[in-house]
């Protein structure tokens, strides 16, 4: 039986459904109902499973799960739980690690006890975090620190406490991280990699100098088999090693041992390479930012995923220049790129290569503030209410045509520092950190890069409004607008 029809057959057994008025009810043959509930045909379309439903009155919860069942028959198990924590790394981004304030506790008898040793056997969980601790926390308090990890980002408790450290002064951390190679699930069924990379973005919210580097490997192999202490962190002065559910390890404070576990971990640095290639969003950094956001072949499909409407390819060389910011710096030139860029966009819209999804709670901040996240704020004054109107004629025109579609549910309501967008082989992540600065992330690894797209390119149309919808939408916030409704 498939996933479908055992679902399907529990639910027709625990609400004693019968079958003969549920086949008429969804206008289809007996032996076909029958070769359904038996798992010997192929789930039906979207339609008849609706009826199913219907007939059946389901609840919300029992839908979901029903319809859960049809979709992990329709496309196959891995596609599903990919697609699914693909949708959910959006929707709860940027996320924080969970961590209880207990694990930040420590006897004073733990402390009197270790204070001194230059090597110490740590033999619990509470051990080994109370020496991490201190290990960061001295390393925050230097000039021009520096830690070095090699582990999974399964310790919450370490990526929790960089996510919360105020450095003295710049404090750099470079972290080995292990990818697999294939596609493998948790038992919650969530993307192992697209989980760690959930894990570490608060850290890169928080404004940490902070480098993730990545090798592949088969990850239970390498940490959850016979191997005595597989995770690595390093200081100035301190080392530990531990297992990797953390239950204990060794800490060491000797010179000599900590001279060459560093040798070794950059060793490891050279055989690895960048997840991300960061770059801030600002006047000083135009030209790398253009380059990598604008500078791809125009026969390359763009998808851009984001909580406000994109309105670059509508912002004309006349809008553009009374909007611009001149007093930055570079302006003459960054005001020249922009134009190309834009026109750029245009031209992608106009040979239909653009596909863009975003809500409907971004268009309408968008037309009410002026404002777009899309651009900083340095970057460009206030729209005016009549930019708008005019860039909203051209976002309708291009919702009829289908290449700007406004998100329903799951993702009608984006976290709003989220913009994704793959242009050909070019990712990118642009998001805000905590502390007001924009970072624009290119995506290095490439199946990260597949597993965004793979998403992209197979939203279902449930996922949108049709495009007659969108339009009208977005026509009704022209007419607000046009009519001093919205500032």
Request: proline share 4%; charged share 20%.
């Amino acid at each position: 039986m498939s996933t479908f029809s055992e679902v399907l057959t529990e639910y027709i057994k625990a609400r004693h459904v019968k079958v003969a008025p549920m086949t008429k009810y969804c206008g289809i043959d007996r032996s076909t109902m029958y070769k359904l509930i038996s798992g010997k045909r192929n789930p039906p379309s979207k339609d008849i499973f609706e009826k199913m439903a219907q007939f059946m009155h389901l609840t919300p919860a029992e839908t979901q799960r029903f319809e859960e069942a049809w979709e992990v028959t329709v496309i196959g198990p891995e596609v599903y739980y990919k697609r699914k924590s693909v949708e959910n790394f959006i929707r709860h981004f940027p996320s924080h690690s969970s961590v209880s304030p207990d694990e930040f506790i420590f006897s004073s008898k733990l402390i009197q006890n270790n204070q001194e040793s230059d090597c110490t056997v740590l033999t619990s969980l509470q051990s080994v975090n109370y020496f991490i601790h201190k290990m960061f926390l001295a390393e925050a308090s230097r000039s021009s620190g520096k830690i070095s990890l090699f582990l999974q980002p399964d310790h919450e408790f370490v990526f929790h406490l960089l996510s919360t450290l105020a450095p003295s002064d710049t404090l750099e951390v470079q972290h080995i991280l292990c990818l697999n190679s294939e596609d493998t699930f948790t038992e919650q069924h969530e993307l192992v990699n697209l989980k760690y990379l959930d894990a570490i973005f608060p850290i890169y919210m928080s404004g940490l100098n902070y480098t993730l580097w990545y090798y592949y490997d088969n990850i239970p192999s390498h940490y959850q088999n016979m191997n005595i202490f597989p995770c690595m962190i390093l200081t100035s002065d301190a080392a530990l090693m531990c297992t990797a559910d953390g239950q204990s390890g060794i800490f060491y404070r000797n010179s000599d041992v900590i001279h060459m576990l560093q040798e070794m971990y950059n060793t490891y640095l050279e055989q690895c390479s960048q997840l991300f290639l960061p770059t801030a969003f600002l006047p000083d950094n135009f030209s790398n930012v253009f380059n990598t956001i604008f500078e791809v072949s125009e026969e390359a499909p763009t998808f851009a995923l984001q909580p406000e409407v994109c309105i670059t390819p509508f912002i004309s060389e006349k809008i553009l220049k009374q909007a611009f910011n001149y007093d930055i710096p570079h302006s003459e030139e960054i005001i020249k790129q922009a134009a190309l860029a834009f026109r750029g966009n245009m031209k992608r819209l106009t040979d239909s290569q653009t596909y863009v999804y975003f809500t409907a709670d971004g268009l309408l901040q968008f037309a009410a503030s002026g404002r777009t996240a899309e651009i900083p704020e340095v970057f460009y004054h206030k729209f005016t209410v009549e930019h708008r109107i005019e860039m909203l004629h051209g976002v309708a025109e291009s919702c009829r045509k289908g290449s700007y579609r406004i998100l329903q549910k799951p993702l009608n309501h984006l976290p709003s520092n989220l913009h994704l967008c793959i242009r050909g082989n070019v990712g990118t992540l642009i998001f805000q950190k905590y502390n007001g600065e924009v970072m624009l992330f290119t995506i290095q690894e490439y199946g990260l890069l597949e597993t965004f797209l793979d998403y992209l390119q197979n939203m279902l149309e449930s996922s949108f409004y049709t495009s007659e919808e969108a339009a009208a939408y977005v026509e009704s916030i022209i007419y607000q607008l046009e009519n001093g409704e919205l500032s």
